[in-house]
């Protein structure tokens, strides 16, 4: 005996998502079907909508319903500097602290040898494109503190520094109100390389 | 600056899937927007359909898209017999072993006074006229070998037996295949109390 045909069909879709193998995606099923008809009904109208209305900026990679998106519209941010981040979702974590007035620009992803990840998979080729055009006087690399995250942003410096463009990396430290005994030996190697006068 | 609004919907309806929280949200809905337009599409007219063309039989409590559902249909079908699972996931398990020809009936979950899931939250009382009218001679209880599931099972059976209608529980012991080492002390227990002559 199957499930229901509407029941097999939903536990597909959500087979599709990541992470999500068939025993969640069998729970998730059976809790859509207990959920209020109008929450069943705006999840399909979102889904549908996203996939819709949004795109990435063709400029900077964000995600967005406009393009160019928003900020690189915004002529009152500071045209001279970008800030190159990993995936779209780090801009709006980073335009949360209210304070980098710059631009952006999404690789979407690092490099990464293991998952056949090169530079051509990257937005490396638009990046640089905007430098040539741009009045860029700094690049400031967000990307991740992992492995493959430092060698996307050593790659990307040795690439632009000879155009005599100022390339930063996001210093590395302590969290702020955490505590020494708690960090990782690389987390107090990077805190202790970067300490500054006070 | 906040997501684009059909990102934050689309999270939002995420994020009312059980065990889904905003980060995990977040990740599927971008990974949504990745997602072939296809895939997207289908997921969409799945939910809408799940929702719209399943039903919870309205004898049985199975999922069904037929009232009643084809089990409860079906005159081959051993009507003597009433096998009672938590939910209707567990009748899908026990039809794949192609042995049981009897019916079934959903409790929609167990007594679970912590949750404040008291007897009249589950379906006993349509289990209960089933009993009545049916040429029912034995109640198989089917419910999760977990506190829960024992409480309920003892408590149907004080409820079932004295309209003098045999009440069997499923055997507890250990599973198929498995290594007495790794067993815990309870199935163990169980085990030994559950032998059988050889």
Same mark, same amino acid.
Request: net charge negative.
């Given at each position: 005996m199957q499930y229901p045909e509407p029941i097999a069909k939903l536990i597909e879709s959500y087979m599709k998502l990541p992470g999500i193998g068939s025993k969640t995606a069998t729970r998730l099923a059976f809790f859509t079907i207990d959920m209020p008809a109008d929450d069943v009904t705006d999840f399909a109208k979102a889904l549908i909508a996203a996939k819709r209305d949004l795109h990435y900026c063709s400029i900077c990679g964000n995600i967005t319903? =406009? =393009?160019?998106?928003d900020i690189c519209q915004d $002529? /009152? $941010? =500071? /045209?001279?500097t970008i800030l190159v981040v990993e995936y779209p979702k780090d801009i709006m974590t980073l335009e949360r602290m209210h304070e980098y007035q710059g631009l952006y620009h999404v690789l979407q992803g690092v490099l990464s040898p293991i998952d056949g990840k090169g530079p051509e998979d990257l937005n490396i080729a638009s990046l640089l494109k905007r430098l040539q055009n741009e009045a860029v006087k700094e690049v400031i690399i967000a990307t991740n503190a992992t492995p493959e995250g430092e060698a996307t942003a050593t790659y990307l410096s040795r690439l632009i520094k000879p155009a005599g463009i100022k390339v930063t990396r996001l210093a590395h430290g302590l969290s702020v109100g955490s505590d020494i005994e708690y960090a990782d030996e690389m987390t107090l190697l990077k805190a202790v390389e970067g300490r500054q006068e006070i």
């Open positions: 319903e =406009d =393009d160019p998106c $002529r /009152q $941010r =500071d /045209q001279s």
